[in-house]
């Protein structure tokens, strides 16, 4: 293989903005070139980093219409400019394509070590471009960068590429890989990086398998420096005070996310039989409680986290004896309740092998829920099933069935393509069942029992995804930071979560924040749950870090350039309004059980305050021409127009 | 002499304590400029490298310039005017705590300045100042290991 070397000629020109690493990496994989460009200093002024900077780049790199796993996609990793230093839960990086599950913008995101690993060996992004013509990873070693040959490698798991490449290069290595699922173009396969962190959702997995690139192994040794070092550790020191005085911190680190478990069953919000229902007769077998008593080992923390959210965990008895990293609450609700399945050693067993085949949880068990409901409603045969009996419940089928997936062997084959795809083929009546916004499987969340939640659902860029606006100040009752965010006007009703009043604007806003939180590197966990870090947060981490000249009203403004630009990818791409939709299930049949009894979603009402905050079109779902140009988004408002997707307003 | 030292199984492995160190020191965040480092291991374990002040200190027997001294509180310097670089203190260090920093002359190792054990988030991090002390600790912690392992024992 060729080696590449690189001066260090780019420091000469080095960027203004501290925080950053200031260079971005290209790696045409088709040709094996690899190439470094600087940073641009206004793309960090517009856009941040991480998210914010995979949307504008991709947009312009990524033609519509294309086949997202073929070499036209295009690959990127970003981070931000607070990954790797000491702002709370800063160690985040995104992964952005165009989705193979949705066939529109897809993005991911994860924490871990890699991420500060990337910005020390000098990079804040990668961008991969074409496909190799063999399996192949790349290695970075500061200014190394080398396209190496993943032959050994390829085929394997997770956990065994990142021993036999920790091996290889050296103990302090940090990797990000794809296991099984990847190579086999799961459409719903992750990215996984320090052996259990995953950048689950939209199928980016896919994409790298698509490109033939097994992993990236980073090793850094180069600084991070800070706008302020004089001022810079007072701030560190009052974050961090803030963080761990907020009464979440003791859970957090006793249970993570796990015992979301109980809080959901609570109000009637854990997706239960495929979403049939929001309440689990069973759940205490699954919660929090039950794990840490019995299956935790310790909690674990990502680069520069305080809440250490993380689990370890150790299932001891076979058959399902594993340990390893998780699980997290959506793993615990896509793989348990959602299928019916109570026995915990085979949901940890099956989290294990999801991270170690390096599938999503969350769409694996959401596609295993669809065909379990067929299957017992007699859609789908056991014949079809390769002889299982896949009832709700039948956890040694589900195992079998993610392996399956994995390798596509079998039915697998079928399943792998997601359940909306698995349902076009299929037919009989099965698309009914299907849980899907825009072809990716909806997470563990239940709208029916908070409004917003399905309304964020029905937007988020990527497809179902409660996290790309995270509304989630409505789910237990941040009244004071409600008010300290909007204000008195919207309560009570915007902390009401059955009331879909005010939905639209809390669902705005949380989008435009999120984005922002994305593209800086930071965690949602701190920003949004507990909601203890906000705008001006971010302002002075800004100002302190990188001597940025922000304010809030810029950061706002950022945050909305970056969602309008995701949606002008995906309106390029046909979405509009009749897409942002939700399954009958959740908007026409109420809730059969639990606190949220009798509700559905309003979501007619609530989209239409949505796209009024956001200043898009009521019928189409389409931001205005003049909404872009306020964004400062020039040539994408004349890229639609041209194309005839936008409309000028009349005047 | 004291050291810091971390009970393996309470630290989450955040590194918050080795940015810490190196902005302490250089005004940057950079881990491999760190004076400590924190070692992930499988299964659940991350393990706080940081030096020892050894009582017959092999990095001091090695240094041919006896650039590398003790100061009266027991700690172990690195006289810089004297160090040539020449690295024997690291190859000699049975447990990796001395290194030479990127772009750096003189190996860097942790003098217990206790800038780290304040920043710790989950407060495990300890300045143990005496060996009798460590062995404290240390039996403390064999007694948790016991209750594990007996906990194990009971639930297989």
Redesign the interface.
């Known amino acids: 293989m060729n080696r590449f070397y690189m001066g260090r000629f780019t420091d000469l020109f080095g960027m203004r903005y501290k925080g950053y690493a200031g260079r971005i990496l290209w790696i045409d994989l088709t040709h094996e070139k690899v190439r470094v460009e600087d940073f641009p200093e206004n793309l960090a002024e517009g856009y941040l980093g991480g998210s914010g900077i995979c949307a504008r780049i991709l947009y312009d790199l990524i033609k519509p219409g294309i086949d997202p796993l073929s070499p036209e996609n295009v690959l990127m990793f970003a981070t931000g400019p607070l990954t790797?230093?000491?702002f709370p839960q800063a160690c985040r990086y995104t992964v952005a394509a165009k989705s193979p599950l949705t066939g529109i913008w897809g993005e991911s995101h994860a924490a871990g070590?890699w991420a500060p690993e990337l910005k020390?060996a000098g990079y804040d992004a990668i961008i991969f471009l074409g496909r190799a013509s063999k399996p192949v990873y790349l290695w970075i070693d500061d200014d190394e960068v080398e396209i190496k040959d993943a032959g050994e490698i390829w085929g394997r798991t997770v956990l065994e590429t990142d021993d036999i490449l920790r091996e290889e290069h050296g103990?302090d290595v940090k990797v990000a890989c794809i296991g099984p699922a990847g190579e086999n173009l799961v459409r719903y396969a992750a990215i996984m990086n320090d052996?259990y962190r995953a950048a689950a959702r939209s199928g980016m997995g896919a994409v790298m398998g698509s490109k033939n690139l097994k992993a990236i192994a980073v090793r850094?040794?180069?600084?991070?420096?800070?706008a302020d070092?004089e001022a810079?550790?007072d701030h560190v020191r009052r974050w961090?005070r803030k963080?761990?005085s907020h009464p979440f911190m003791p859970d957090r680190a006793k249970y993570g996310t796990t015992n979301l478990i109980e809080l959901m069953q609570k109000v009637g919000r854990l997706p239960t039989y495929n979403l049939r229902q929001g309440v689990f007769d069973e759940y205490y077998k699954i919660g929090g409680e039950t794990i840490y008593r019995?299956y935790l080992?310790?909690?674990?923390?990502?680069?520069?986290?305080?809440q250490?959210c993380?689990r370890?965990t150790?299932v001891?008895?076979e058959p399902y004896r594993c340990?390893?990293g998780g699980p997290e609450y959506e793993t615990l609700c896509s793989l348990g309740s959602r299928c019916g399945v109570s026995n915990i050693e085979a949901i940890l067993y099956g989290n294990w092998l999801c991270n170690n085949l390096g599938l999503d949880s969350v769409s694996a068990g959401g596609t295993i829920s669809w065909a379990m409901e067929c299957y017992e409603l007699g859609l789908i045969s056991r014949d079809e099933l390769d002889g299982l009996d896949l009832r709700f419940g039948n956890e040694e089928a589900m195992i079998e069935l993610l392996i399956k997936i994995a390798y596509r062997r079998g039915v697998g084959d079928l399943l792998a393509e997601g359940s909306w795809r698995a349902a076009k083929k299929i037919r009989r009546g099965t698309e009914r069942y299907v849980m899907h916004v825009k072809g990716q499987e909806i997470a563990s969340q239940e709208p029916r029992a908070q409004k917003s939640m399905g309304l964020a659902i029905a937007t988020a860029a990527r497809g179902a995804d409660h996290l790309y606006g995270f509304p989630v100040l409505d789910e237990v009752g941040f009244e004071k930071e409600i008010r300290e965010r909007f204000g008195e006007e919207y309560l009570p009703e915007i902390a009401d979560r059955l009331n879909p009043k005010y939905k639209g604007f809390m669902v705005k806003e949380c989008e435009d924040y999120m984005a922002v939180v994305e593209a800086v590197g930071v965690c949602k966990y701190g920003t949004q749950i507990p909601p203890v870090f906000y705008y001006q947060d971010i302002v002075d981490a800004s100002r302190v870090t990188c001597g940025m000249d922000v304010d809030v009203r810029k950061l706002k403004m950022i945050g909305e350039r970056i969602v309008n630009l995701n949606r002008a990818f995906n309106i390029r791409e046909g979405i509009c309004r009749k897409d942002d939709t939700l399954p009958e299930r959740l908007t026409k049949v109420p809730a059969p059980l639990g606190p949220a009894k009798g509700h559905v979603v309003e979501l007619d009402q609530m989209l239409d305050e949505y796209y009024r905050c956001r200043g898009w079109d009521l019928e189409t779902g389409k931001p205005t021409y003049e909404k872009l140009l306020s964004l400062g988004l020039e040539d994408v408002a004349e890229d639609l127009l041209r194309k005839g997707l936008i409309r000028k307003a009349e005047s | 002499m004291p050291y810091i030292y971390a009970d393996p199984?309470?630290c989450?492995?955040?590194?918050?304590c080795v940015?810490?160190c190196s902005?302490t020191y250089?005004?940057?965040?950079?881990?491999?400029?760190a004076r400590l480092r924190v070692?992930?291991m499988?299964?659940?374990i991350?393990l706080v490298i940081a030096c020892r002040n050894c009582e017959r200190a092999p990095c001091m027997e090695a240094c041919p310039n006896e650039a590398i001294k003790r100061t009266s509180k027991g700690i172990i310097v690195v006289d810089e005017g004297r160090c040539d670089g020449c690295g024997r203190c690291v190859e000699a260090c049975p447990l990796d705590a001395i290194h030479i920093p990127?772009n750096g002359r003189a190996p860097i190792k942790c003098v217990a300045c206790g800038a780290c054990v304040q920043?710790c988030?989950?407060g495990c991090l300890k300045m143990a100042y005496s060996f009798e002390e460590a062995f404290e600790k240390r039996r403390n912690y064999a007694e948790r290991l016991k209750e594990i392992i007996l906990s194990?024992r009971s639930?297989?």
């Open positions: 790797g230093t000491l070590h020390f103990d052996r850094g040794s180069r600084d991070i420096e800070v070092p810079y550790m961090h963080m761990l019995k080992v310790k909690p674990v923390a990502d680069f520069a986290c305080l250490r993380g370890y150790a001891y008895n340990m390893g | 199984s309470r989450t492995g955040c590194e918050i940015l810490t902005f250089f005004k940057v965040l950079n881990p491999k400029k070692v992930r499988e299964p659940a991350d990127p920043a988030p989950v194990l639930s297989g």
